[in-house]
Every structure is written in C-alpha cells, then in structure tokens.
C-alpha cells in the first residue's frame, strides 16, 4: 500500500506562487506515475499535472500550462506542484495521486490506485 501526504496550500494573492509537496511512503516511489488532480467547490475533480517514474515525460491541463511545474525527487520520495501566475480559478483543493499499474491514461482519475487527503488552495482576487 501507498501512503501519500500533501502540504503547502494557504491562502494566496491572484498573480502569486505556492509550492505544494507530496510525499510518498514505501520503497517502490521511483516505479510509479504521479499525478496532481483538483476539485473546486461544486465542480468534479478535474487533472491537473503527473510526471512518468523516470521524470522525464510531464504533462499538464491546458488551463495551467505555462504557469505550473510538476517535478519528483525519488531519492526523497517527493513529489512536486510549482504554481506561478495564480488565478482566483485555481482555488480548489489539490490531491496528490499515484499511478502504481502504469495505466495508459495519465489524465484519468481511474488512472490512479492511490490519493492523498488534499489540501486547500485558495487565491483571492
């Protein structure tokens, strides 16, 4: 079993930054895909981020390309959200995710065996 825990989310300026984090227990962190995925008030979860076990391959939503940044440190067991630019539709709250069966769809919540609690993003305009 996976264990993932997420951590810093707050409250932030629209045009501001927020670094959220993810960490992951077990020893197989560097075998799976991640995601982040994120759910406003009255909407569906919707995908955000994921990066490939190697790192190498990144994929994003089109509503945060340009401004958000996943990255992983598998040595750490971490995973990454850097958000630039924050818009006051990015307020929801934001869960980490792991794909430990390598499905073929990374954008997919069925994608994913594994969540986090979430935490609360929340930009003011």
């Known amino acids: 079993q996976v264990q993932l825990v997420e951590s810093g989310g707050g409250l932030v300026q629209a045009g501001g930054s927020l670094r959220l984090s993810c960490a992951a227990s077990?020893?197989?962190?560097?075998?799976?895909?991640m995601g982040w995925f994120r759910q406003a008030p009255g909407k569906e979860r919707e995908f955000v981020a994921a990066?490939?076990?190697?790192?190498?391959?990144?994929y994003y939503a089109d509503s945060v390309k340009g401004r958000f940044t996943i990255s992983r440190d598998n040595a750490k067991k971490m995973v990454y959200l850097r958000m630039d630019s924050l818009k006051p539709e990015d307020t929801a709250v934001y869960y980490c995710a792991a794909d430990t069966d390598l499905t073929s769809s990374v954008y997919l919540l069925g994608s994913y065996d594994y969540w986090g609690q979430g935490t609360q993003v929340t930009v003011s305009s």
């Open positions: 077990g020893r197989t962190f560097s075998n799976y895909n």
């Open positions: 990066i490939r076990r190697s790192g190498s391959n990144l």
